[in-house]
C-alpha cells in the first residue's frame, strides 16, 4: 500500500507562486508514475500534470502548460507541483496521485484516475 500526503496549499493572490508537495510512503512508492489532479467547486476532477517514475517523461494538461512545472525527488520519495502566475480559476482542492490509469481521450493520451490518491491540499487564489 502507498500513502500520499500532500502540503503546500494555501491562500494567495493572483499572480503569485507557491509550491505543492506529495509525500510518498509505502514500500514500492518510487516505483510508481505519479501526478497532480484538482477539482474545483461544482465541477469534474482534472489532470494537471504527471510524471513518470524516473522523472524524466512528463505530462501536462493543456492550460498548464508554461505556469505549472511538475518534478519528483525520488531520494525523499517527493513529488512536487511549482505553481507560478497564479489565477484565481487555478483555486481548487488538489490531490496527488500515484500509479496512474491512462486513456484515450480525443486523440490525445492523458491521466484519468488512479490506484491511490492522498487527501488533497488547498489551493484558494483570490483577485
Known amino acids: 500500500q502507498v500513502q500520499l500526503v500532500e502540503s503546500g496549499g494555501r491562500l494567495v493572490q493572483a499572480g503569485d507562486s507557491l509550491r505543492l508537495s506529495c509525500a510518498a510512503s509505502g514500500r514500492t512508492s518510487g516505483s510508481y508514475d505519479m501526478g497532480w489532479f484538482r477539482q474545483a467547486p461544482g465541477k469534474e476532477r482534472e489532470a494537471i500534470a504527471a510524471?513518470?517514475?524516473?522523472?524524466?517523461?512528463?505530462y501536462y494538461g493543456d492550460s498548464k502548460k508554461g505556469r505549472f512545472i511538475i518534478s519528483r525527488d525520488n531520494a525523499k520519495n517527493t513529488m512536487y507541483l511549482q505553481m507560478n502566475r497564479v489565477q484565481p480559476e487555478d483555486t481548487a482542492v488538489y490531490y496527488c496521485a500515484a500509479g496512474l490509469q491512462w486513456e484515450q481521450v480525443a486523440g490525445i493520451r492523458l491521466p484519468t484516475g488512479a490506484d491511490h490518491w492522498g487527501q488533497g491540499t488547498q489551493v484558494t487564489v483570490s483577485p
Open positions: 510524471i513518470s517514475q524516473s522523472g524524466i517523461s512528463s
